[in-house]
């Protein structure tokens, strides 16, 4: 059995707050608000794991009221959904995942981004693409207020 499932997330940048994605710390004045760690690639790519197996959605295993997760690393949330992937009998074939962010850039951060992942995911890194984007001076992501992720997962029976 082949299932594919999409994530996104967005998480609005203020001062005070470290930017992390893809679980990696990225240098700047701004972070991603919210309750956990606010990872946005690392949100997106739960969402389409969950989604891939019609398991509710982030908010649902993690709720913001829940105190467990208040500054949670979200890489330890992405662990334990992969125990569930895992124990529905399932695998990860391949990642592609995106973030909008107009800045800074991120060229330098995609390697180390795309190694965590992999790590994450139980992949090799070949079967992780992460892409930056920025919003061209468009909404909420152009004008420099928010972070943004999608990702799309695909998932494979490990009977198949």
Do not use: C
Not at 31 to 45: K, Q, R
Not at 114 to 121: E, I, S
Not at 130 to 152: F, P, Q, W, Y
């Amino acid at each position: 059995m082949f299932r594919i499932g999409i994530g996104q997330d967005t998480h609005r940048l203020v001062a005070g707050r470290p930017l992390i994605l893809g679980g990696v710390s990225i240098a700047f004045d701004l972070g991603a608000e919210g309750h956990s760690d606010s990872d946005a690639l690392a949100h997106a790519l739960i969402d389409a794991l969950l989604g891939a197996m019609s398991d509710g959605d982030i908010g649902s295993h993690f709720p913001d009221s829940n105190p467990r997760w208040k500054d949670a690393d979200s890489f330890d949330m992405l662990a334990h959904i992969m125990k569930r992937v895992e124990a529905r009998g399932f695998h990860v074939v391949n990642t592609d995942a995106t973030v909008m962010l107009e800045r800074p850039k991120l060229r330098e951060y995609i390697g180390s981004m795309r190694v965590n992942v992999a790590r994450a995911l139980s992949v090799d890194v070949d079967s992780v693409s992460v892409k930056a984007k920025t919003g061209e001076g468009l909404d909420a992501v152009g004008r420099g207020e928010a972070v943004s992720a999608i990702a799309v997962v695909s998932l494979m029976s490990k009977e198949s």
